[in-house]
């Protein structure tokens, strides 16, 4: 060997410590060890970053993202400590204050608001992970107001799939890893659920499995699928609707499932729409013994899918006759809807063909009793090796929840949900919407609101609607407008409330919501609607703004009052079943955060703020009978807090009469302790003979009701027919006592149809698609999630800036090359843009990555960052409203079933830029930011 080679330390020391927690970098919720080394000033530091092996989500995988969480931890873009506005709104100029000052200022704030009139604020979260608990905490402070990420984001797939099923794709559900031999994706991006999906297709792929990607732009999992189809945006519901066309007509369908387990053989009232019912409310059927109508739960009853009921010389069909009637006309023929969906008929029929052939000639038995809940005893379970998975691709359209139900029910024709192969519910779900709460809206000066904000409503009475027929919430959700918008509709609160629409308010309040940049449509004019001022009185239209995250992000400049959250290293949070759990389909599970490192500035944990400013408001949840404050901090919140009798936010090592216990039970006020020790989770394995038919298996029901899932068995039967929705359409052909404004009438009939329907998206009416031709859409890439991991060191490495991606036809046609600039514009807007090829796309439409482009002055960025002069947005581009038609009225660009935003439906026109300029463009001015501008390098030492 040479003399001068180097000595290699080939066994490094990498860490004093490892402390076991759950990642925050996406919303997986991935178990993680962080290794701890002495730095130079003697406290613990951050080295390393890695998945723990032992957890039920990642099972030791770890992606990029998990990685660089180490680069969140020292960003220079945190906060430093409470800030006050002390120039105008936007001007970035703020001074330091203390906790005491700043929880004073929010106290004065807001306590004359709940006193008089506590729908005068408004508080709406981000994707913060905790929404059972900072809903519990504007249920105490009276407001209606409440609504976190969701209805902008996924609403249309899990209200969707609620009402149909029970539960839905993203978190709530997985397909069946072990048993699965065709895998359909639409619509699924890199960003959500990475790891575990990762894991799934690399397992399956092993087995020889099949992968079908439905997407117009093939990346990530698309580009690893056996077979792409790059749909045309917004057409997905019309495919689908195909593929049921085609399995129907050749009878590849599941009948016995569809008997026994959905309302298909339920009777249909025909002269009101409405499910045929006893005087107990439950679902009629016609036995087959006994060719009777009879309640579909009886033991014994075998529902007959072909039979109808006449009575007083009317006919009354079950809903697979209707769904017979409407899917096998012609009308959902491939030939009928090749054009449109951009997917030749002959490929239609093939992929329906595939469908049919593994859901049923390679279907097998699995060895396994179970009882149902008719109390039939079966001595195997039935395998359909076909399973589905979905995400924000289908679901961010104005036709996204009708699209996301013909998935469900495709799904369920095929009988291939809750068996072996197919899509599975993760605990705790299923749950049918009959016992999801309703929203309240029910505001007392001074006093909590009458319960929670959101839920599922199941006709016109469940509105939140005043009694002059008025919207009750500041985001009109569950109105005629939006009736059935489960998640609230975050990105209309500043557009209504800056109107006036349907009432002022007097703060707003929001936490990790950036709504002065990525997370709003229209953000020059989101930016305009929190600057601008009344005429007569001078005063901010929106007059307070108070604002917490751990970054300076856009939305910083824009707040009255800022509370610096920390890090997701340096304090306490609780993954919970009350919320969106870490489950597995096998298991029940959930987790926490807990601080693996103290803060060195002086901010606090969101959470722990509200415990402190709820106790300050006398908030009922959040004090003493003698007035003290109830909880510390968050800790002790989630250690103490009981939701109702035996149930708290963590189900694990929970105290009872002879000792711990899982599930339900009394606080331990040693429960955090359990968890750090056990890796940060608890995980609770649902027993061998109950974890399939989970909505039927008696052995689930018992299970769930033991582990305080459900308080006592719930089985239920999939809507295929989803009866509040007729109810709604009655409403509109002028029954009942409450009926939508004459301007929703149509509407309301046309897109509110109980069984699923495809229309297209509004934009494509709103516009001249003519001037406007091509399809622009967003997705966020594996290494970035939201709008923070563009901050981050090591990721800006991965995605330093977001060219706009177009396909070869279009690159051609308008002479450009690689690099070039051109100019997008749609009926609101326009952008200039770096543009790059990409062969592997609908040719009819643009993408870029979302959340990318940087405000200058922002997340202590240099101003010649690329995220800043290459990086960019589509949200310029989108407006929250649709164009105006002329009747005064404001039309949002969302679902009218859900008001989700329908990000996805803008069309755009594309023209090579004559000069190109040296960023792109529309270049905002700069943000003056309280933290200013991070080093040229970023680094600190541990020790060796």
Not at 576 to 601: G, K, M, T, Y
Request: charged letters at 25%; hydrophobic letters at 35%.
């Amino acid at each position: 060997m040479p003399k001068d080679q180097p000595t290699l330390d080939l066994s490094p020391h990498v860490s004093d410590e490892v402390r076991k927690t759950t990642c925050y970098m996406c919303a997986c919720r991935c178990g993680i060890n962080v290794h701890m080394k002495e730095g130079p000033d003697g406290k613990q530091k951050v080295a390393y970053i890695e998945g723990n092996k032992d957890h039920p989500v990642n099972k030791g995988v770890l992606c990029a993202k998990g990685s660089a969480g180490i680069m969140q931890v020292n960003a220079p873009s945190r906060l430093k400590a409470p800030l006050k506005r002390v120039g105008p709104r936007g001007s970035g100029e703020f001074e330091e204050i203390s906790w005491e000052e700043a929880l004073t200022i929010a106290t004065e704030w807001l306590a004359p608001i709940r006193a008089e009139n506590p729908e005068k604020l408004a508080f709406f979260t981000g994707r913060d992970q905790s929404q059972s608990f900072t809903s519990f905490w504007a249920q105490h402070f009276g407001t209606p107001n409440y609504a976190a990420h969701g209805g902008f984001c996924s609403v249309n797939m899990a209200a969707a799939g609620i009402y149909t099923m029970g539960g839905a794709f993203w978190e709530f559900g997985q397909p069946d890893w072990d048993y699965t031999k065709l895998f359909m994706l639409f619509g699924v991006a890199e960003d959500h659920d990475s790891n575990p999906i990762k894991m799934g297709i690399g397992k399956i792929k092993k087995r020889g499995a099949k992968i079908i990607g439905v997407n117009p732009i093939r990346t990530g999992y698309n580009a690893v699928a056996d077979e792409w189809v790059g749909i045309t945006p917004g057409t997905d519901g019309l495919f689908i609707l195909a593929l049921v066309h085609e399995l129907m007509k050749a009878g590849k369908i599941d009948l016995e499932y569809l008997a026994q387990y959905t309302n298909a053989p339920v009777l249909v009232d025909s002269e009101t729409g409405l499910l045929m019912r006893d005087e107990a409310g439950k679902e009629l059927v016609i036995d087959r013994n006994t060719g009777k109508l009879t309640p579909f739960d009886q033991k014994g009853v075998r529902p007959d899918l072909s039979a109808t009921h006449r009575h007083a010389g009317v006919t009354h069909k079950p809903v697979f006759h209707l769904m017979a009637e409407r899917y096998m006309s012609e009308e959902y023929a491939p030939e009928a809807v090749a054009e449109h969906c951009g997917i030749s008929a002959e490929r239609i029929r093939g992929i329906a063909n595939e469908i049919a052939r593994v859901a049923f000639e390679e279907s097998f038995e699995l060895d396994q009793e179970w009882t149902d809940f008719r109390g039939e005893k079966h001595k195997t379970m039935t395998g359909r090796p076909v399973s589905f998975h979905s995400m924000r691709g289908i679901s961010a359209h104005s036709n996204g929840f009708q699209t996301c139900r013909s998935l469900h029910v495709l799904q369920i024709l095929l009988g291939t949900v809750e068996v072996p192969g197919g899509f599975r519910f993760k605990p705790p779900y299923p749950k049918p919407a009959t016992i999801h709460p309703k929203p309240h809206y029910g505001v007392t000066p001074g006093k909590p609101l009458d319960g929670p904000h959101l839920g599922f409503v199941h006709g016109p009475e469940d509105l939140a609607l005043k009694p002059d027929g008025t919207a009750a919430r500041i985001d009109k959700a569950f109105t005629w407008d939006n009736p059935m918008s489960a998640h609230g509709m975050m990105h209309m609160v500043i557009s209504n409330a800056h109107a006036g629409d349907p009432y002022k308010i007097d703060t707003l309040f929001m936490y990790m919501a950036n709504m002065a940049w990525n997370s709003s449509m229209n953000t020059r004019g989101v930016i305009d609607m929190l600057t601008d001022k009344d005429e007569a009185t001078g005063e901010y239209v929106i007059p307070r703004i108070i604002y917490s995250d751990a970054y300076s992000s856009e939305m910083v400049a824009y707040a009255d009052l800022i509370l610096p959250d920390t890090t997701y290293l340096e304090r306490h949070d609780c993954i919970s079943l009350l919320d969106r759990p870490i489950c597995e389909a096998d298991a029940a599970a959930d987790a926490i955060r807990w601080p693996v490192i103290e803060p060195d500035r002086d901010v606090r944990g969101f959470q722990s703020v509200l415990c402190e400013l709820g106790a300050r408001l006398d908030l009922p949840g959040f004090i003493n009978e003698d007035g003290s404050q109830k909880y510390a901090d968050y800790a002790d919140y989630i250690t103490n807090h009981i939701r109702k009798p035996g149930i708290g936010p963590l189900a694990g090592w929970r105290m009872g009469e002879k000792g711990l216990q899982n599930g339900r039970g009394d606080p331990n006020e040693a429960q955090l302790d359990a968890y750090i020790e056990n890796g940060g989770f608890f995980v609770e394995h649902i027993p061998a003979g109950a974890n399939y038919y989970k909505p039927w298996n008696m052995a689930y029901q018992e299970w769930a009701v033991g582990m305080g899932i459900i308080d006592k068995p719930e089985p239920y039967l999939f809507q295929l027919y989803v009866e509040p929705m007729r109810k709604f359409q009655r409403a509109a052909e002028g029954h009942g006592e409450r009926q939508p404004p004459e301007h929703l009438r149509e509407r309301v009939k046309k897109t509110m149809d109980p069984l699923p329907i495809w229309y297209a998206p509004f934009e494509d009416s709103a516009v001249d698609v003519n001037e406007y031709p091509v399809h622009a859409l967003t997705q966020r890439p594996m290494a970035m999630y939201h709008s923070w991991g563009s901050q981050n060191a090591w990721l800006r490495q991965i995605h330093g800036h977001n060219p706009l991606y177009l396909p070869t036809n279009l690159m051609q046609k308008h002479g450009l090359k690689d690099e070039d600039w051109a100019t997008v514009s749609s009926t609101h807007g326009s952008i200039t843009v770096p543009v790059m090829e990409m062969a592997a796309l609908n040719a009819n439409t643009v993408w870029t990555w979302n959340a990318i482009g940087k405000r200058k002055g922002a997340w202590a960025l240099e101003e010649d960052a690329p995220e800043v002069t290459k990086g960019f947005l589509l949200n310029h581009l989108i407006h929250e409203l649709l164009p105006p038609k002329g009747d005064g009225l404001r039309w949002s660009n969302s679902d009218p079933i859900t008001g989700q935003a329908a990000w996805f439906d803008l069309r755009v026109k594309i023209a090579k830029a004559a000069t190109p300029p040296s960023e792109s463009q529309p270049a905002f001015p700069p943000i003056k930011s309280p933290v200013g501008t991070g080093p040229k390098e970023l680094k600190w030492q541990t020790k060796k």
